[in-house]
């Protein structure tokens, strides 16, 4: 995917998403047959149930026991996977391919997540940007509802759109830093040159999305990612 910003053109691809995260982006595996769905941890620690949401999952997680340590491995891996690698909307249920691949860990860590993470991202960045530039041309840059107006003026003054962004969004925002170090100077912190590149970032909070703005509608941008 690229970029338009400053005359300059900035690729956010498969490369820069591995550089940045360190995950296994490798080719797809076979396709897993399929099984009862009776799994030892499936059946220990989910109730062998898979219609979760994130904020159920999360519940689990918090007040869970178990004699089995492998068990308590596996279920901390799985509410990663679900809320910080392919975050999603709450009321979404937990997949069920990923249960069924940490019944076997050698299998789960074989697995490309780095792939899967990237196109889960990729597609949530191009949905939400096809949809904020109909929104555009459509609506004279009317942000939200007017029943809504009254919260957003102030954000609707600056021409700020919200949307929210699913897969993994924080490796996203690393790229930029990296990609055009003006972000980074603005929004966060970098303390070192370790692989992958996200250990070597700190956002202090939530970046000002107006400063943002300003910083990008500069002509003179510059890009740095090797």
């Known amino acids: 995917m690229w970029f338009a910003v400053g005359g300059k053109t900035f690729r956010f691809s498969i490369q820069e998403f591995y550089l940045i995260t360190g995950l296994a982006c490798g080719p797809d595996p076979p396709v897993l047959e399929k099984r ?3 799994g030892s941890f499936r059946s220990s620690m989910l109730n062998g149930e898979v219609r979760y949401n994130n904020k159920t999952l999360e519940a689990i997680f918090k007040a869970a026991s178990s004699d089995s340590d492998e068990d308590m ?6 509410y990663f996977l679900e809320t910080i690698l392919f975050r999603k909307d709450q009321k979404v249920h937990i997949s069920a391919l990923q249960v069924e691949l940490l ?14 993470c990237y196109e889960t991202t990729l597609n949530s960045l191009q949905r939400d940007l096809r949809r904020m530039s109909q929104e555009y041309h459509t609506t004279s840059k009317k942000m939200v509802s ?14 700020i759109r919200q949307y929210a962004l699913h897969g993994f969004p924080y490796a ?3 790229w930029a830093c990296e990609a055009i170090p003006a972000i980074g100077v603005e ?9 992958p590149r996200i250990v070597n970032w700190i956002t202090p909070g939530t970046p000002d999305a107006t400063n943002v703005i300003k910083l990008l509608d500069r002509k003179n941008v510059s890009s740095k990612m090797n």
């Open 36 to 38: 009862d769905g009776s």
């Open 73 to 78: 491995v596996k279920l901390a891996l799985l």
């Open 103 to 116: 019944e076997n860990l050698e299998t789960f860590n074989k697995y490309p997540w780095g792939r899967k």
């Open 146 to 159: 007017n029943k809504k107006r009254k919260c957003h003026d102030n954000k609707e003054k600056d021409g």
């Open 172 to 174: 996203f925002q690393i």
């Open 187 to 195: 929004i966060a912190n970098k303390s070192g040159t370790l692989l």
